[in-house]
């Protein structure tokens, strides 16, 4: 592990202007209750004073490494990977955020890193499913099953991604491999700073997967494309296979339309939510509105939307509060306000915490609205 000096060189803490700019979209600061931090002001402390002053920082742990501030930051500070490294070295030192759902969550990618763990990872898989034992295209579901068991009471739409997914990729010929030995990806870990769990997750799919043979790797989750894309070759090692989240594929298809072969116009208005890992960390803005679009319905944007997006108030299960629920009904007001009939998104965290947000027993009914995952949207129209 870096020290401390070495992550705030490699992630230019120090190039700090002291401007303010990421203190002005930083959805943690602007929703603070008593108290004030800033990524500004940690970065500041962390140069002038140290990893102890760090440590000291409740944005350690709140921060939703959402990219934001890094985005409009003139000088190019790095600040969500400054938060990962030092997450990395608080937990050699002991320290780690509050988890959410009482470690659950966490307990189950544990529990993953055992090379002889027997999993039930393919009872999704029904009928009208059509995979392969042997494909150039792999379909990573991730831990789609788990969270359909888990938040299922939310009417969540987990497995409901995963046939979707599979659906759509029979309409286009592809007959995926889905397999039955498949790991968490190690995102949540990872942005933890938990990277002795992340390391045995990634290593066990790495070993997985390059020994398929396939040349494509397709998920419907954008922290699983981003992780896997990204962070594996950074981390472990190249998976050897093109690695794509579902509208990057989509996107591609010389033959898009027969996607939509009852494609209407003008149906009901829907906004869309762009996830984290999705826009600003993997550039994928488009390519969804042109999915939303082509299936005939009329996309109304949030204010915040696109490179602006407001994140959807949660970062890999940890420290999930007043604040962070403040923040996920401010956007779902926001979506509200468009007129929409619908909230689209292409991550599954971003459904799990907006429904959650709708059942607040006091503020739940002003944020009522129907949300759906893209994946499920497109396949409705096959």
Request: aromatic share 8%.
């Amino acid at each position: 592990m870096n020290t401390f000096a070495e992550i705030v060189q490699s992630n230019q803490a120090w190039l700090c202007l002291d401007c303010g700019k990421c203190s002005s979209v930083c959805p943690i600061t602007i929703n603070l209750v008593g108290g004030y931090t800033s990524p500004r002001l940690l970065v500041e402390g962390a140069v002038n004073s140290g990893m102890d002053r760090v440590l000291e920082d409740p944005l350690l742990w709140s921060c939703l490494t959402c990219q934001r501030c890094s985005e409009i930051c003139p000088s190019g500070v790095q600040f969500s990977e400054f938060i990962q490294d030092a997450r990395t070295l608080a937990r050699e030192g002991g320290q780690s955020g509050e988890c959410t759902h009482s470690g659950m969550i966490q307990s189950w990618m544990r529990l993953m890193t055992d090379p002889e763990l027997e999993q039930n990872r393919l009872d999704w898989i029904d009928d009208g499913s059509k995979t392969a034992p042997e494909s150039e295209v792999i379909y990573f579901p991730g831990c789609l099953p788990y969270y359909d068991t888990v938040f299922g009471k939310m009417d969540i739409e987990g497995i409901e991604i995963a046939r979707a997914a599979v659906k759509i990729l029979n309409h286009l010929g592809i007959e995926p491999m889905v397999l039955e030995n498949e790991r968490c990806c190690g995102h949540d870990p990872y942005w933890q700073g938990d990277m002795d769990t992340f390391r045995k997750l990634a290593e066990l799919n790495l070993e997985t997967i390059s020994q398929t043979g396939a040349k494509r790797l397709v998920t419907t989750c954008p922290e699983c494309a981003y992780t896997l894309k990204y962070t594996y070759p950074e981390q472990i090692g190249d998976l050897g296979l093109e690695v794509q989240h579902i509208t990057e594929l989509l996107a591609e298809d010389e033959n898009l339309q027969k996607l939509f072969p009852n494609n209407g116009s003008d149906l009901y208005s829907v906004t869309y939510q762009d996830p984290c890992r999705l826009g600003r960390f993997m550039g994928i803005y488009q390519q969804p509105r042109d999915m939303i679009q082509n299936l005939g319905y009329q996309l109304v944007e949030m204010d915040h939307h696109a490179h602006t997006s407001t994140c959807c108030g949660t970062s890999c299960w940890t420290n999930c509060g007043q604040l962070n629920k403040k923040v996920q009904s401010d956007r779902l007001k926001e979506a509200r306000s468009t007129g929409a009939e619908k909230l689209i998104t292409s991550c599954v965290k971003c459904q799990i915490h907006y429904r959650c947000a709708q059942g607040d027993p006091v503020s739940g009914q002003e944020i009522q609205m129907d949300i759906q995952d893209l994946t499920t949207l497109i396949a409705e129209k096959i």
